[in-house]
């Protein structure tokens, strides 16, 4: 079967190819991917090239498909593949196969990754437990579910301490008042949706520098919504505010129970640990792409104030299940995260657009030839083009989100890639 796909060749040389995958083996599943989401982690990939840990050192002979965040379904099953399996079911991959080699798919494998047409599931995966049935009203969503794994699992990374017996409870305080420092991209509103639908906090202030991230996560989170789900939210603009420290310690009537740092800064790490309560939790969440970053930590605070630290990276499998089952029960709303929507063609200009984010998460429907678009345009392409006009009548139906109508209208109009 031939396929299409956007390959890894080196640092920086990424190739959108047709090729032929080889038959699969009575142990692997063939997978169709209908959509992918485009990730900063695959951009760190293609930018260091084999100087990543997850890509192969001989990736300039035998490149990989890149993309992590797949959600699809199954076309053929091998008679020995591990697993109750059904041809035409929903599938999303957990990446994370925390191998002792750190391979994984969408960065480490020739035959499967997220951009691409058709994809090979090999053993390990289905070993792992990595392969995820998925019953979602929306293939976008089941591609969401692998960031929003991580989200969950940065919230089940915090915990707290009784210090009259040093009880210890893991996950956010129930309840509880959250910052997200740096937070109006895209993780940082999957943090918001999450906190809403699943940790329990009473009171999210988000933080950012960029006004247009700030109004993109306001319309697409509004206040008004989370009020509507009991949770008061809270945007601050901090370029704006004199004494951010001072600020954010009245906001929160004296300091967070729980804090996610979500631009790796040291400056932001240590204005974390300075707004966060007595036995309050930071997570420094933001993956740095310096291997020798360095900050600081007022060591009484952490004596005698008894906060903790954490960092959490990636997510397990039975995270993605609780992200799914929130998917499915509309516990969290998919559709908040997504700013624009493209073809497989246009997927490479897209990871490179990632060195300058704008909007939030992209999703990358590999099966038609469309440009990198954002959701806030169609009504105006729509103006003269029938496919746009279409599209923008659905979403306003949706409060401007993009949804499961709009992707099911899209796989059915818009023109197909050339293979």
Same mark, same amino acid.
């Given at each position: 079967?031939?396929?299409?796909?956007?390959?890894?060749?080196?640092?920086?040389?990424?190739?959108?190819?047709? =090729?032929?995958?080889?038959? %699969?083996?009575?142990?692997?599943?063939? %997978?169709?991917?209908?959509?992918?989401?485009? +990730?900063?982690?695959?951009?760190?990939?293609?930018?260091?090239?084999?100087?990543?840990?997850?890509?192969?050192?001989?990736?300039?002979?035998?490149?990989?498909?890149?993309?992590?965040?797949?959600?699809?379904?199954?076309?053929?099953?091998?008679?020995?593949?591990?697993?109750?399996?059904? /041809?035409?079911?929903?599938? /999303?991959?957990?990446?994370?196969?925390?191998?002792?080699?750190?391979?994984?798919?969408?960065?480490?494998?020739?035959?499967?990754?997220?951009?691409?047409?058709?994809?090979?599931?090999?053993?390990?995966?289905?070993?792992?437990?990595?392969?995820?049935?998925?019953?979602?009203?929306?293939?976008?969503?089941?591609?969401?579910?692998?960031?929003?794994? +991580?989200?969950?699992?940065?919230?089940?990374?915090?915990?707290?301490?009784?210090?009259?017996?040093?009880?210890?409870?893991?996950?956010?305080?129930?309840?509880?008042?959250?910052?997200?420092?740096?937070?109006?991209?895209?993780?940082?509103?999957?943090?918001?949706?999450?906190?809403?639908?699943?940790?329990?906090?009473?009171?999210?202030?988000?933080?950012?520098? *960029?006004?247009?991230?700030?109004?993109?996560?306001?319309?697409? +989170?509004?206040?008004?919504?989370?009020?509507?789900?009991?949770?008061?939210? $809270?945007? /601050?603009?901090?370029?704006?505010?004199?004494?951010?420290?001072?600020?954010?310690?009245?906001?929160?009537?004296?300091?967070?129970?729980?804090?996610?740092?979500?631009?790796?800064?040291?400056?932001?790490?240590?204005?974390?640990?300075?707004? +966060?309560?007595?036995?309050?939790?930071?997570?420094? =969440?933001?993956?740095?792409?310096?291997?020798?970053?360095?900050?600081?930590?007022?060591?009484?605070?952490?004596?005698?104030?008894?906060?903790? $630290?954490?960092?959490?990276?990636?997510?397990?499998?039975?995270?993605?299940?609780?992200?799914?089952?929130?998917?499915? *029960?509309?516990? $969290?709303?998919?559709?908040?995260?997504?700013?624009?929507?493209?073809?497989?063609?246009?997927?490479?200009?897209?990871?490179?657009?990632?060195?300058?984010? *704008?909007?939030?998460?992209?999703?990358?429907? *590999?099966?038609?030839?469309?440009?990198?678009?954002?959701?806030?345009?169609?009504?105006?392409?729509?103006?003269?083009?029938?496919?746009?006009?279409?599209?923008?009548?659905?979403?306003?139906?949706?409060?401007?989100?993009?949804?499961?109508?709009?992707?099911?209208?899209?796989?059915?109009?818009?023109?197909?890639?050339?293979?």
């Amino acid at each position: 079967m031939k396929t299409k796909a956007l390959r890894l060749y080196g640092a920086g040389d990424i190739r959108l190819e047709t =090729f032929t995958l080889p038959e %699969i083996t009575d142990d692997e599943i063939l %997978i169709k991917v209908i959509s992918d989401t485009v +990730c900063a982690s695959t951009y760190k990939a293609v930018k260091q090239g084999v100087n990543h840990k997850r890509v192969p050192p001989d990736v300039d002979k035998n490149p990989i498909i890149i993309g992590h965040e797949m959600c699809g379904k199954i076309l053929k099953i091998g008679k020995n593949a591990i697993g109750n399996w059904t /041809v035409g079911q929903k599938v /999303v991959v957990q990446p994370a196969l925390k191998l002792e080699s750190g391979y994984d798919p969408g960065y480490s494998y020739k035959y499967i990754g997220g951009n691409t047409i058709y994809a090979i599931v090999p053993k390990i995966v289905l070993e792992r437990g990595c392969l995820l049935s998925y019953s979602g009203d929306a293939y976008f969503k089941g591609s969401l579910a692998e960031s929003l794994a +991580c989200v969950i699992r940065g919230f089940k990374g915090f915990y707290h301490t009784d210090y009259t017996n040093y009880v210890r409870t893991d996950g956010a305080k129930r309840g509880g008042k959250l910052a997200i420092l740096g937070g109006a991209g895209p993780m940082g509103i999957g943090a918001v949706e999450i906190a809403c639908g699943f940790a329990g906090v009473k009171k999210i202030v988000v933080t950012d520098i *960029n006004s247009e991230r700030l109004d993109f996560a306001r319309k697409n +989170c509004s206040e008004k919504e989370a009020a509507l789900r009991g949770v008061e939210l $809270v945007y /601050v603009d901090s370029s704006k505010i004199n004494d951010e420290e001072k600020y954010l310690k009245e906001l929160s009537d004296g300091g967070f129970d729980d804090v996610f740092v979500m631009v790796a800064s040291p400056a932001l790490f240590n204005l974390a640990e300075r707004v +966060c309560k007595e036995d309050g939790c930071v997570n420094f =969440f933001a993956g740095p792409a310096i291997h020798d970053l360095q900050g600081s930590l007022n060591l009484y605070r952490l004596h005698y104030d008894g906060i903790h $630290v954490v960092g959490t990276a990636g997510s397990i499998p039975s995270d993605m299940l609780d992200v799914i089952k929130l998917i499915e *029960n509309d516990r $969290v709303n998919a559709g908040a995260l997504i700013s624009h929507v493209m073809g497989l063609n246009a997927a490479k200009e897209a990871v490179f657009e990632m060195e300058k984010p *704008n909007g939030a998460k992209k999703v990358c429907y *590999n099966e038609i030839d469309l440009p990198l678009t954002a959701v806030s345009d169609f009504e105006k392409l729509g103006e003269s083009d029938e496919l746009f006009k279409e599209l923008a009548k659905i979403c306003k139906k949706n409060q401007g989100l993009w949804c499961a109508e709009a992707e099911e209208y899209l796989l059915a109009h818009a023109p197909k890639i050339k293979v």
